[in-house]
């Protein structure tokens, strides 16, 4: 995973590095329904806006259209709302109606000093919403550090904070990292799946929602591997049983790795190549799942045989990552609940 200055997530590269090892067709490709609010951009020096597409691919609707970084967009769970980042001088975390209507920000702070909250997921049941932040309000001399966990209700108010991490970590780059963050919440609503270096090395926990319980999932299986020794981007599938992640090397490159909700059961499912850990290596990382828990949707650089080269592009697969696809060509479905079930709508024409 590779690390940009305030969205703390994957900087997806063009260079080709080969063709990636794709899994067998082990089951025929799943019948894709939904729709996906993803965001139109990669680049944080250039404005991003966020749209709503068919998970077949045909375009629905724009969200926004402004010059704002508008990323990390999820659903609510009933469809209706729409939360997302914006990194700017206004910054934050805000919602708005499915529709792009009636937006808002939910940490504001005061004196208009920006907010530097990001990776918003709402709580199942609407009424949570469970993000990361820095406790000072705004991070440090190196914004890799000190990020947090925090729930605050759905109209911004009540915010609190879930963890408190102590323990520093180094990626691979030599960067000190020290966190909690990429929280989302369990179909239930009872538990909190996040990323942390509480252990030393960028791992997977899981809490109870209150924040007591606080238990690691992943563990460094193989430092030298494609597949760690970090990990991050967590979400549980539909039923619960399952956690999709980021398996790799943060701040670098990574792979899509797939668990039981206990730990157990790891299974990898792509294999971008490592190349002695160059700065160009392709990524696949910021996995979601379909609502119906057939599929997982994640962003990835790696080796397009429909192209002939490597390009940044959202690509899909079934659960046990056979048929590795291009989904969306130009957008990128980042949030932890980017894709819900809905009819799909019709089109309007191009993004």
């Not at 990001?118 to 406790?135: E, K, L, M, Q």
């Not at 057939?294 to 592009?313: E, K, T, V, W």
């Not at 989904?327 to 479905?333: A, D, K, T, W």
């Amino acid at each position: 995973m590779r690390i940009t200055v305030w969205f703390l997530s994957a900087t997806l590269c063009f260079a080709a590095a080969g063709l990636p090892r794709i899994a067998p067709a082990a089951t025929p490709p799943a019948a894709l329904s939904g729709i996906i609010v993803a965001s139109d951009s990669t680049v944080e020096s250039a404005p991003a806006n966020l749209y709503v597409q068919n998970a077949d691919g045909t375009f629905v609707r724009t969200l926004t259209n402004d010059d704002n970084w508008n990323r990390n967009a999820g659903w609510s769970y009933d469809g209706t709302k729409v939360i997302w980042e914006i990194r700017n001088s206004t910054g934050g975390i805000w919602v708005m109606n499915a529709d792009g209507t009636h937006r808002k920000e939910l940490t504001a702070r005061p004196g208009g000093a920006p907010s530097y909250a990001f990776g918003p997921a709402f709580s199942p049941d609407g009424t949570h919403v469970v993000y990361a932040d820095y406790p000072k309000g705004k991070p440090g001399s190196n914004v890799l550090v000190g990020i947090e966990v925090y729930v605050m209700k759905s109209d911004g108010k009540a915010k609190r904070r879930l963890t408190k991490t102590t323990v520093d970590g180094n990626t691979a780059t030599g960067e000190v990292i020290r966190w909690a963050e990429r929280p989302a919440y369990s179909p239930d609503g009872n538990k909190i799946v996040y990323a942390s270096t509480q252990s030393g090395n960028s791992e997977i926990w899981v809490m109870n929602s209150d924040g007591t319980g606080q238990t690691q999932l992943t563990f460094n299986v193989n430092g030298n591997g494609p597949e760690g020794p970090d990990a991050n981007f967590p979400s549980f599938s539909p039923d619960g049983t399952k956690i999709v992640f980021l398996c790799g090397w943060e701040t670098l490159y990574g792979n899509i790795c797939v668990m039981n909700d206990d730990g157990s059961g790891r299974t990898q499912l792509t294999f971008n190549p490592d190349n002695g850990m160059m700065m160009n290596e392709p990524s696949s990382d910021e996995p979601a799942w379909s609502p119906d828990g057939s599929s997982i949707m994640f962003d990835s650089d790696q080796y397009d045989p429909n192209l002939g080269y490597a390009a940044a592009q959202t690509w899909v697969m079934n659960a046990d990552g056979s048929d590795q696809r291009v989904l969306i060509s130009h957008l990128y479905g980042e949030g932890r609940n980017p894709w819900i079930n809905a009819p799909a709508a019709a089109p309007h024409g191009p993004p």
